[in-house]
């Protein structure tokens, strides 16, 4: 693991501190910045920084962190807190505070909801967009989450919808097939890597409840109903789509971002699921490297 260039501890207006990681050369303003913003909520951003951090070798200043209520950051109880206007409102703290001239915004999974709606209300910020293994409609979500579930057997998905139903969900059967799917649509590799293992030991599940659901294939949170796809023409900055052939948030949900985008990329990688930087790095870097460079280039 590669160690951070610098690690700060920033204070936010609500008196709680969120854990910033540095990696590459110090911020100025002519500084080619990549910010990632990672899935959850509520999960330690060791997976994506550490899968990221190579491009401190291509020139790139590369900045994590630790949303607020996981990882490094404050981790407070009040459930008010876990709102996705909260969220938007502390990564624009944040590049205040470190003084960031223009990113390039790679959010993950739930770092696509995220990074879509900082995109739409501080698009100052942000020159280029990767929405990697994202969704930007949950209610089509859902219905693709229907359909990852019932390939497992009208068995077990009747199964599932009733333990859920009943509030049942801790039993080993319902967990066997949570755990089923993640195998096939979180992570394909036999062995997970460290960094995704460390930060799902680690997750706070108080945000990732309250907004999303109990798992990955329940969405009954806050976010249920979000839907921003009639809104993202106006993201008019070069973005670049990303999804595995196998993941979680489906190829169907990453074209529909796409076709939301009036200045987009699409690419799906065939051997992954919901992890194309861990599954087929070499695939998925031969396509991320050139995209961040031609933005270098054009703000040369």
């Not at 936010?12 to 500084?31: K, N």
């Not at 959850?40 to 491009?55: I, K, N």
């Not at 921003?228 to 979680?248: F, K, N, S, T, W």
């Not at 919901?274 to 991320?288: C, K, Q, R, S, T």
């Amino acid at each position: 693991m590669r160690t951070p260039d610098e690690t700060s501890f920033l204070t936010l207006r609500s008196g709680h501190r969120i854990c910033v990681d540095r990696y590459g050369p110090a911020i100025s303003p002519t500084s080619e910045v990549v910010l990632l913003a990672n899935g959850g909520p509520g999960l330690p951003c060791d997976y994506l920084r550490d899968a990221h951090v190579r491009l401190v070798d291509h020139g790139y200043s590369v900045i994590a962190y630790d949303q607020l209520g996981c990882g490094r950051s404050d981790r407070p109880t009040d459930a008010s807190l876990w709102t996705l206007e909260r969220y938007v409102d502390e990564l624009a703290q944040l590049c205040a505070m470190l003084a960031l001239p223009r990113v390039q915004l790679l959010g993950h999974s739930w770092g696509t909801w995220l990074g879509t709606e900082f995109c739409l209300r501080h698009p100052q910020r942000v020159k280029s967009y990767i929405a990697a293994d994202g969704a930007c409609d949950i209610p089509h979500l859902v219905q693709e989450l229907h359909r990852l579930r019932s390939a497992l057997g009208s068995e077990t998905a009747t199964m599932m919808i009733r333990r859920e139903a009943e509030g049942t969900i801790d039993h080993p059967e319902y967990h066997a097939a949570i755990t089923l799917l993640n195998y096939r649509h979180v992570c394909r590799l036999d062995q997970w890597p460290e960094s995704l293992q460390r930060s799902l030991a680690d997750w706070n599940m108080g945000p990732y409840v309250t907004m999303q659901g109990p798992n990955e294939f329940t969405y009954t949170g806050n976010m249920k109903d979000w839907n921003r796809l009639p809104a993202m023409r106006a993201i008019e900055i070069p973005c670049l789509v990303i999804a595995g052939q196998y993941d979680e948030l489906t190829p169907a949900c990453a074209r529909k971002i796409h076709d939301a985008l009036p200045n987009s990329r699409l690419v799906i990688f065939r051997n992954s699921s919901h992890m194309p930087f861990y599954e087929e790095p070499a695939a998925y870097f031969d396509v991320l490297l050139p995209f961040l460079d031609a933005q270098r280039a054009v703000s040369a």
